[in-house]
């Protein structure tokens, strides 16, 4: 038995944060709720480090038993925590990155209202978030998994006053449902075949199990049911939608929960349930073939958004589906990896973003940025690390992971390869295209103007929310004056930067001299219960035997393939940001000229595909056409109510004929009396004669 | 001795006298007079038939009607002094307010 490492005390004080914040925040000093929120997420990575430096002595999988809590005739689920390399990484990645976003948070949001609250939600969900990460069962992670569903709804609609942000909190919600429906009925399959949901009970179980080669069976609709969460709670095809709308949250919010780590819960828990996916080939086709058509969709509409923050949105929408292609030709440590850099980059981006939303008082449109470059220099080459590592130029972070995965794809299957190529040349040229158009030319906003408009409404993104704003100080935002972030925003941003740079270097693939120390890493979680199939060209790597590891990885392919495809991938990466270059700012009238040749199409994606559309029109409508129409008027009002109501008019009705007997009368009470005498002597004298 | 009937006539005389009374008499006192009399005309009936059969038990329970008659006399006389201090009138008529 190895070391108690206190594992529950790693969510239990970013709880305790929110509880203190929560509860009593509303009579605290700005600086005492960030005091309280920034040490105790700080404290939890704090724990977290410590965790991971006793990490090497410990028994894997290390698991501790913290209560009892649910035990029914044979069920048992306990709150109890669960320690892989896995869940390590993911570990370090919430409670880092959370802990820097939190630090950013006090710069950004320091001048808005609800101060208090927005702590307490962002503590709320570190808590559910290491939940989901630690769970050492199922139904604990669902719990973890509903905690960062409901801290992302509250903190979508935190300007909760204006319409659109809380309309977008509810079709996060709602859009969730739908995938944990998926989940939870994956769930009960769990609990009805292997009567467990502890992950060191049925993953054993499940390992026995040949996998399902020859067709669909129970670990095939498992693996489907368990994608359609994912789907859900990642934002993949068709569930992505409410993630571009999850933008009307705060900036940190997006960074922290729509791209750094709660949209990832998805990949983590397809990932931790490889021994079910790895036994179901047809179900890891599916989450491929969603991972691809996910970043190639997104990655298109991206490249006609406006707003700053969609462009990172579909980009975040994207960069996961390259995560699921990953979890669906089984390298799940590629997709991890890809996971923990994404985490990096597309964090460290959000905060940028937030960055320039915040120079420029409020203003999201990239129409109205441009040169910034000199103007806010710590934003602009923070911002400049994170284009490169997302866009893939060597030797930065999003290089490595996503290289690694289109190599994996490439293994399984050219397609994947080509429309995860033809991806990486979009990501780069919106990536570029964003940082051309909000740091190089000339600045676009009307000075005047733009400015008045911020000071006119909030200092961020919550344009006509934030009354408080016209009671500013006058050296608040949006005083007529782009100017840089303060340090307590641009720290985090510096962190990010270097972790952007250098995150991929544990992860350098043989081909290129390194270890790929990252997939060594992880490789004990996924390796230990591959099944044996042979001819797999998918499973090989995963499923190779440990002298192949010495010798560098996939020897029967040869390094000098990888190399070239690394070249084409590195290739179109350039080329991305060439034709960026080229149209936003060289030629910058080009854009315009393209947009009309294609016509009809460019519509299509400027407009998002229309899917919004379609689905308000297919699903949307008719469901609330039928909730008004039926189950409101005829349902509700014409049975249900009716009902209750008939009944009770009868009922006066009848007694409103009967008051008249008290008609306040004494002398007919006394008739009424004496009639009743005389009736019941009458009764008991002719009961007397029978 | 007088007959039986004789007695229970007038008792039962005096018991209609008090319904007839009890029902058509607008003012409270007059009410419970024939309230009154309905009790003394079963009181009646009561000695009259312990006279004729020789037992106790009826003029005892005479006793028992009086005490009763008595008590509700001190308490309904009570009700009807508070009724016209606040209603300054004795008429039943007047006070109807417990209706709907």
Same mark, same amino acid.
């Given at each position: 038995m190895t070391a108690n490492l206190h594992l529950w005390i790693i969510p239990i004080l970013p709880l305790i944060g929110a509880l203190i914040n929560g509860l009593a925040g509303r009579r605290f000093s700005r600086q005492l709720i960030s005091a309280i929120a920034v040490s105790f997420s700080g404290a939890a990575f704090g724990w977290a480090l410590y965790v991971?430096?006793?990490?090497?002595?410990?028994?894997?999988?290390?698991?501790? +038993?913290?209560? %009892?809590?649910? &035990?029914?005739?044979?069920?048992?689920? #306990?709150?109890?925590? +669960?320690?892989? &390399?896995?869940?390590l990484v993911m570990l370090l990645v919430v409670t880092g990155v959370g802990f820097l976003i939190h630090v950013y948070s006090i710069g950004y949001m320091w001048e808005e209202g609800g101060f208090y609250r927005f702590f307490s939600y962002l503590n709320l969900f570190m808590f559910f978030m290491l939940t989901l990460v630690l769970a050492n069962n199922y139904l604990l992670m669902f719990i973890g998994w509903e905690g960062v569903g409901l801290a992302s709804y509250l903190l979508i609609g935190f300007w909760f006053t204006k319409d659109s942000a809380a309309s977008a909190g509810k079709k996060a919600f709602i859009v969730n449902r739908i995938g944990d429906f998926g989940f939870l009925i994956g769930l009960f399959l769990l609990i009805k075949h292997f009567g467990s949901l502890t992950f060191d009970q049925v993953f054993p179980a499940i390992a026995k199990m040949p996998a399902e080669t020859a067709g669909a069976g129970l670990l095939t609709s498992i693996g489907l049911l368990f994608m359609v969460g994912a789907c859900g709670k990642s934002a993949q095809v068709p569930l992505y939608v409410w993630l571009p709308d999850a933008m009307e949250g705060p900036t940190p919010v997006s960074a922290l929960i729509h791209a750094a780590t709660m949209v990832t819960a998805g990949v983590y828990m397809v990932s931790r349930s490889h021994v079910i996916f790895e036994r179901a080939p047809d179900a890891l086709t599916v989450v491929a073939i969603i991972g691809v058509l996910t970043a190639l969709?997104?990655? *298109?509409?991206?490249?006609? &958004? *406006? #707003?700053?923050?969609k462009v990172l949105a579909y980009s975040t929408v994207s960069q996961l589906g390259y995560m699921f292609l990953a979890c669906g030709v089984a390298a799940f440590s590629a997709g991890i990896f890809h996971l923990m850099t994404h985490a990096f980059f597309k964090g460290l981006l959000f905060l940028a973003a937030g960055s320039v939303i915040h120079a420029l008082g409020g203003e999201q449109d990239m129409r109205r940025m441009g040169g910034l470059r000199t103007k806010i220099p710590y934003t602009f080459w923070t911002m400049t690390a994170a284009t490169f590592a997302i866009a893939g130029i060597p030797p930065l972070a999003g290089f490595f992971s996503k290289d690694e995965i289109l190599w994996r794809a490439y293994q399984a299957s050219w397609a994947y390869w080509l429309i995860g190529v033809f991806t990486a040349f979009l990501t780069s040229f919106y990536m570029f295209r964003l940082w051309f158009l909000t740091f190089f030319g000339e600045y676009r906003g009307a000075v005047g103007q733009g400015l008045e408009h911020g000071a006119g409404h909030g200092p961020h993104d919550s344009p006509g929310h934030h009354s408080g704003a016209a009671t500013l100080p006058p050296n608040a935002h949006g005083n007529g004056h782009i100017h840089e972030s303060p340090w307590i925003m641009l720290g985090p941003l510096v962190v990010l930067a270097v972790l952007s740079v250098v995150g991929g270097w544990i992860g350098i693939p043989g081909s290129m001299g390194g270890g790929n120390h990252f997939d060594k890493f992880l490789g004990p979680v996924f390796r230990a219960t591959a099944p044996a199939i042979s001819g797999e060209p998918a499973q090989a790597g995963e499923t190779a035997p440990p002298e192949n590891q010495t010798e560098g990885q996939e020897p029967q392919t040869g390094h000098g393939t990888e190399l070239t495809f690394t070249g084409i991938s590195v290739a179109a990466a350039l080329l991305g940001l060439f034709l960026?270059?080229?149209? +936003?700012? %060289? %030629?910058?009238?080009?854009p315009e000229q393209i947009a009309t040749g294609l016509g009809g199409f460019y519509d299509a994606v400027v407009n998002k595909y229309y899917v919004d559309e379609l689905y308000a029109m297919l699903f949307v409508k008719p469901l609330i056409d039928g909730s008004t129409k039926i189950l409101w008027r005829d349902v509700d009002q014409g049975v249900i109510d009716s009902a209750v109501n008939d009944s009770a008019d009868a009922a006066r009705h009848v007694s409103d004929n009967f008051r008249h007997m008290q008609s306040g009368n004494l002398r007919s009470y006394a008739g009424w009396v004496t009639t009743g005498a005389a009736v019941v002597i009458a009764y008991m004298i002719w009961m007397g004669v029978r | 001795m007088v007959p039986l009937p004789y007695y229970l006539l007038l008792s039962g005389i005096l018991f209609a006298c008090g319904v007839l009374g009890f029902l058509i008499k607008r003012n409270i006192i007059t009410i419970f007079m024939s309230i009154e009399l309905m009790l003394n005309g079963v009181n009646l009936a009561f000695v009259a038939f312990a006279?004729?059969?020789?037992?106790?038990?009826?003029?005892?329970? $005479?006793?028992? $009607?009086?005490? $009763?008659?008595?008590?509700e006399a001190a308490v309904g006389l009570a009700i009807i002094i508070a009724v016209y201090r606040t209603r300054e009138t004795l008429n039943v008529d007047q006070v109807n307010l417990l209706k709907l």
């Open positions: 991971a430096s006793r990490f090497s002595s410990l028994s894997l999988p290390h698991i501790e +038993y913290v209560a %009892r809590w649910i &035990q029914i005739s044979g069920f048992r689920s #306990d709150f109890a925590f +669960y320690l892989d &390399q896995l869940s969709f997104a990655a *298109t509409i991206g490249v006609a &958004q *406006t #707003d700053i923050k960026a270059w080229l149209f +936003y700012k %060289r %030629r910058p009238e080009l | 006279a004729q059969w020789k037992v106790l038990s009826g003029q005892v329970f $005479v006793f028992f $009607v009086m005490v $009763v008659a008595a008590a």
